[in-house]
């Protein structure tokens, strides 16, 4: 590989990179955000490269799912150490292939260690053959398996370049499966720094492959193979996805966009729900697939909460640094800040007025953008229900708890929403929201923390969900193991159907009245 980078070291870009199934000769140089400037040269995969890619995965998955469970976790384990452990560079890799600041970036290594802690602890007692009751009571034995689905397609974005690639293949593989991954090709490095620590935590080899190209040839030759698909993205690619894999009836999770709603409600501490509105609106400079982008106040706080908001937005520093002090960073692309630009002079001129921010930042990096809030937005702009997927937020006065309910439904998302105020009150209006999180008094790392608690998306935001048992179980096929004994279920030959019926129906209403089902 030529030299090309002068922002992370050549011999480790070498090392990476030498990890992608590519033998095409060919290859694509990525930039930072931060700067514009070239960052890494990646070998491109070709289609022969995909081939390969699933075959090795496939032989590697075979002898990796006879592997004891005790193995997968302990594994897993050595994993969460290792990202601690090493969390100096991973940092690096993130902020500089997506621009955001460190702080953000941590969020990354912290949700890695959370996932790979959790499936390491609870791995054993999820895929433990689970004894149900059977048939004919005592002379039926049913045990449910949980075994693996076999190669798992990945397709990850950019914005969470490290937890994004690695922390949904982690149940995966931890269910005996084989990953094979294309990262995005803006973030490439980061995803590739996550298969090292795969391969040094214990994990075989070949089980996790990583392709690298164009979404259209290389993700669509993923969908073409894998046994399932892991798809993270826009909505628009998530539902091209979900007609591929419908053709080949495998199963498919899809964590797509939302145009995520908060509400402060009457009651609620003005500072909290300020504060707590900037890291959930800004949290990536706004990049962030459970980001904030509406805020709902009541009347009765809406004036008090509008100025602390600002001036906490206003306060904010924005730098292209891999220091620890800064506290917003980079959009990620050109498309990036030209989606915010756009977004902005279209609400204005459609009646909206700037509160804080609005302007792009070049002196800074070429696609920094200031944390923005509207207030006035109009139905009529694009930025009123679409996702801007920026650092961008609508203020918004309501007056009745009722309404506001209808005003966070509204729209055709359903992936995260926010609620600050009395605990009480706010919980009895969460689970009227369409969403597959709800946060109470926090913007999303309440539930996007809590490994435990399953994360997605209701209407277009997505189907399937990731952590939690049903993360796991969304990699395996249930099988039920039956064992019948003594007599056959259809009962045995010397008896005569009808007397046979007569005693199943005697059976039956017997058991209709025994407590257990
Ligand atoms: P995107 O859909 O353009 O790309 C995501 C991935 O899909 C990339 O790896 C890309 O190369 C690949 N891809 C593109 N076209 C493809 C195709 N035809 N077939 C197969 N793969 C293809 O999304 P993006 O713009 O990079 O990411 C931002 C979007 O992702 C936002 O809408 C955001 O809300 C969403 N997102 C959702 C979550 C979630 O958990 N719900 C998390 C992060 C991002």
Same mark, same amino acid.
């Given at each position: 590989?030529?030299?090309?980078?002068?922002?992370?070291?050549?011999?480790?870009?070498?090392?990476?990179?030498?990890?992608?199934?590519?033998?095409?000769?060919?290859?694509?140089?990525?930039?930072?955000?931060?700067?514009?400037?070239?960052?890494?040269?990646?070998?491109?995969?070709?289609?022969?490269?995909?081939?390969?890619?699933?075959?090795?995965?496939?032989?590697?998955?075979?002898?990796?799912?006879?592997?004891?469970?005790?193995?997968?976790?302990?594994?897993?384990?050595?994993?969460?150490? +290792?990202?601690?452990?090493?969390?100096?560079?991973?940092?690096?890799?993130?902020?500089?292939?997506?621009?955001?600041?460190?702080?953000?970036?941590?969020?990354?290594?912290?949700?890695?260690?959370?996932?790979?802690?959790?499936?390491?602890?609870?791995?054993?007692?999820?895929?433990?053959?689970?004894?149900?009751?059977?048939?004919?009571?005592?002379?039926?034995?049913?045990?449910?398996?949980?075994?693996?689905?076999?190669?798992?397609?990945?397709?990850?974005?950019? $914005?969470?370049?490290?937890?994004?690639?690695?922390?949904?293949?982690?149940?995966?593989?931890?269910?005996?499966?084989?990953?094979?991954?294309?990262?995005?090709?803006?973030?490439?490095?980061?995803?590739?720094?996550?298969?090292?620590?795969?391969?040094?935590?214990?994990?075989?080899?070949?089980?996790?492959?990583?392709?690298?190209?164009?979404?259209?040839? @290389?993700?669509?030759?993923?969908?073409?193979?894998?046994?399932?698909?892991?798809?993270?993205?826009?909505?628009?690619?998530?539902?091209?996805?979900?007609?591929?894999?419908?053709?080949?009836?495998?199963?498919?999770?899809?964590? +797509?966009?939302?145009? $995520?709603?908060?509400?402060?409600?009457?009651?609620?501490?003005?500072?909290?729900?300020?504060?707590?509105?900037?890291?959930?609106?800004?949290?990536?400079?706004?990049?962030?697939?459970?980001?904030?982008?509406?805020?709902?106040?009541?009347?009765?706080?809406?004036?008090?909460?509008?100025?602390?908001?600002?001036?906490?937005?206003?306060?904010?520093?924005?730098?292209?640094?891999?220091?620890?002090?800064?506290?917003?960073?980079?959009?990620?692309?050109?498309?990036?800040?030209?989606?915010?630009?756009?977004? @902005?002079?279209?609400?204005?001129?459609?009646?909206?007025?700037?509160?804080?921010?609005?302007?792009?930042?070049?002196?800074?990096?070429?696609?920094?953008?200031?944390?923005?809030?509207?207030?006035?937005?109009?139905?009529?702009?694009?930025?009123?229900?679409?996702?801007?997927?920026?650092?961008?937020?609508?203020?918004?006065?309501?007056?009745?708890?009722?309404?506001?309910?209808?005003?966070?439904?509204?729209?055709?998302?359903?992936?995260?929403?926010?609620?600050?105020?009395?605990?009480?009150?706010?919980?009895?209006?969460?689970?009227?929201?369409?969403?597959?999180?709800? $946060?109470? $008094?926090?913007?999303?790392?309440?539930?996007?923390?809590?490994?435990?608690?399953?994360?997605?998306?209701?209407?277009?935001?997505?189907?399937?969900?990731?952590?939690?048992?049903?993360? +796991?179980?969304?990699?395996?096929?249930?099988?039920?193991?039956?064992?019948?004994?003594?007599?056959?279920?259809?009962?045995?030959?010397?008896?005569?159907?009808?007397?046979?019926?007569?005693?199943?129906?005697?059976?039956?209403?017997?058991?209709?009245?025994?407590?257990?089902?």
């Amino acid at each position: 590989m030529p030299a090309s980078s002068t922002l992370f070291p050549q011999s480790r870009i070498d090392v990476l990179t030498a990890q992608i199934r590519s033998t095409t000769g060919e290859s694509r140089t990525t930039t930072s955000p931060f700067t514009g400037e070239p960052l890494a040269v990646v070998p491109v995969s070709s289609l022969d490269d995909v081939d390969a890619a699933f075959d090795a995965a496939r032989a590697a998955q075979v002898r990796w799912s006879r592997t004891a469970v005790r193995q997968r976790a302990k594994a897993l384990l050595k994993l969460h150490d +290792l990202v601690l452990e090493r969390q100096d560079e991973l940092l690096d890799l993130i902020q500089l292939e997506s621009g955001k600041s460190r702080r953000h970036a941590f969020d990354e290594i912290a949700h890695l260690a959370l996932t790979a802690r959790y499936y390491g602890r609870r791995l054993r007692r999820q895929l433990r053959p689970d004894g149900r009751p059977g048939v004919i009571p005592l002379l039926t034995d049913i045990t449910v398996h949980h075994v693996p689905k076999g190669v798992v397609g990945i397709i990850s974005p950019w $914005n969470y370049p490290l937890t994004m690639a690695v922390a949904d293949g982690l149940p995966a593989i931890a269910a005996g499966n084989a990953v094979v991954q294309k990262p995005d090709s803006q973030s490439p490095l980061t995803a590739l720094a996550g298969l090292e620590l795969l391969r040094d935590a214990g994990f075989p080899a070949d089980l996790w492959q990583v392709v690298s190209g164009a979404g259209s040839v @290389v993700g669509t030759a993923l969908v073409q193979q894998a046994d399932y698909i892991c798809f993270t993205g826009s909505t628009a690619t998530g539902t091209g996805i979900a007609k591929l894999a419908a053709e080949r009836l495998i199963g498919y999770s899809l964590e +797509l966009g939302g145009k $995520n709603p908060m509400i402060v409600l009457p009651g609620a501490d003005v500072e909290k729900a300020a504060a707590g509105a900037v890291n959930a609106c800004f949290s990536s400079a706004g990049q962030l697939c459970v980001s904030i982008e509406r805020l709902y106040v009541h009347d009765t706080l809406y004036d008090a909460f509008r100025a602390a908001f600002v001036r906490r937005v206003d306060a904010l520093s924005l730098g292209a640094s891999l220091d620890w002090d800064v506290e917003i960073g980079s959009l990620v692309s050109p498309a990036q800040l030209e989606t915010v630009t756009k977004h @902005v002079a279209d609400a204005v001129a459609n009646g909206a007025t700037v509160l804080v921010g609005g302007e792009a930042r070049p002196e800074i990096g070429p696609y920094f953008f200031e944390p923005t809030v509207l207030e006035g937005v109009t139905d009529a702009a694009e930025c009123f229900a679409g996702e801007t997927f920026g650092p961008l937020v609508s203020l918004y006065r309501y007056s009745q708890v009722e309404e506001v309910v209808e005003l966070a439904n509204a729209g055709e998302y359903g992936l995260n929403a926010s609620i600050y105020g009395p605990v009480r009150q706010a919980k009895a209006i969460a689970t009227r929201i369409k969403a597959g999180t709800v $946060n109470i $008094n926090e913007g999303f790392g309440a539930t996007f923390g809590s490994i435990d608690a399953p994360m997605g998306g209701m209407r277009t935001s997505g189907t399937g969900r990731r952590q939690g048992d049903e993360g +796991l179980y969304r990699y395996t096929e249930t099988q039920s193991v039956g064992v019948q004994r003594l007599l056959p279920v259809s009962g045995p030959a010397f008896v005569k159907p009808q007397l046979y019926a007569r005693l199943m129906t005697f059976a039956l209403r017997l058991m209709r009245r025994t407590p257990r089902a």
